[in-house]
């Protein structure tokens, strides 16, 4: 779909054609690559629809979100956050509620809708191996955690989040369907065996640079990092068994003096148009059920939401829940 008609029917409908805000909007993501299509896909386009100039920071930090909350001093309007940090987040009061009659959520995927935030995209852990640096490649979580087999260093996400420890426990042999509540002792012991070997990744830009470099010649990414990588020349093969998959998700802090405007911004990021163009931008699948229509079928057949056959829904429900707990035990353990 060509960019001017993809801003009129966007426009038609927002109803935001000819509208003027008084203040500027400002959108915080992650940086790199995703927030660069986020920029392009949605910030301008929405300023040029509605007259509100989209004013870009970063990187995501949930400690400055409370804190500003907490002095009511918020500046960042819309922020991209993890799935399950947003059901957390909502329940403690630190973020707005969504408007739905501004928001169309008919269409959006019911995993990723909260009555705080909706889902700005939707992702899979996989494993990723460049293929130049070695003779063959793990292609199973069993694989990836087996050094006889595929010596040497192999990279993980380094934060306590969705992913790892579902990786851990379906390498030692749990099945997806008895993965929660997660089995904590097993899923550690099972790291244990790989601690030495593991170089972390705290973004997605290190994760690429690792793997192109040799560094580490294989691990786990996000599938959109492995596309985009790929897409420079680099010998990337992705394995897509058991891929686990979680969504980032679009908020409004608590406080924020551009409540409308910021609606109206997830509204535009959330449409079908909206979201087929991040899609394909990024690799990353839309959460919106329309989109695929939209988008052109060789891209569309590569995204997560085709690689069901062995698919793993990570809950972020229980994450939510057990978020602090997990965390302190994780970053206790790395600190050993």
């Not at 063959?136 to 069993?142: D, G, H, I, M, Q």
């Not at 099945?175 to 030495?196: E, M, N, S, V």
């Not at 052109?296 to 939401?305: E, G, H, M």
């Amino acid at each position: 779909m060509k960019a001017k008609t993809v801003i009129a029917s966007l426009a038609v409908f927002l109803g935001v054609s000819g509208t003027s805000f008084a203040a500027d909007l400002v959108f915080t993501s992650w940086g790199g690559t995703t927030q660069d299509v986020q920029k392009s896909a949605w910030a301008d386009k929405f300023s040029a629809t509605s007259g509100i100039k989209v004013l870009q920071d970063g990187p995501t930090d949930y400690g400055k979100i409370k804190a500003m909350v907490e002095a009511k001093a918020v500046t960042w309007d819309v922020v991209d956050v993890e799935g399950d940090y947003a059901i957390q987040a909502g329940e403690k009061g630190l973020l707005e509620k969504l408007d739905f009659s501004l928001i169309d959520k008919s269409a959006l995927d019911p995993r990723f809708v909260t009555d705080y935030s909706v889902g700005s995209f939707y992702y899979s852990f996989v494993i990723g191996c460049n293929k130049d640096v070695v003779s063959t490649c793990p292609t199973s979580w069993a694989d990836l955690f087996d050094t006889r087999k595929f010596p040497g260093k192999r990279t993980f996400y380094k934060w306590s989040a969705p992913g790892v420890i579902e990786a851990a426990l379906l390498a030692d042999g749990v099945t997806a369907d008895k993965l929660y509540p997660l089995d904590l002792d097993r899923a550690f012991k099972k790291l244990d065996t790989i601690k030495k070997d593991i170089v972390w990744w705290s973004g997605g830009a290190q994760s690429q640079q690792l793997l192109a470099s040799g560094e580490t010649p294989f691990g786990s990414f996000w599938n959109g990092r492995l596309t985009a990588l790929a897409a420079t020349g680099v010998n990337v093969q992705t394995s897509w068994a058991q891929n686990i998959t979680a969504a980032d998700a679009l908020v409004v802090p608590k406080g924020t003096k551009n409540k409308e405007a910021a609606m109206k911004f997830i509204a535009f990021a959330a449409s079908p148009e909206g979201q087929a163009e991040m899609a394909a931008g990024t690799g990353y699948a839309p959460t919106n059920t329309k989109s695929p229509a939209l988008m052109d079928p060789a891209i569309a057949k590569t995204l997560p939401d085709r690689q069901t056959a062995s698919q793993v829904n990570a809950d972020m429900a229980y994450w939510a829940k057990h978020r602090d707990e997990i965390g302190e035990r994780w970053y206790a353990w790395q600190a050993k």
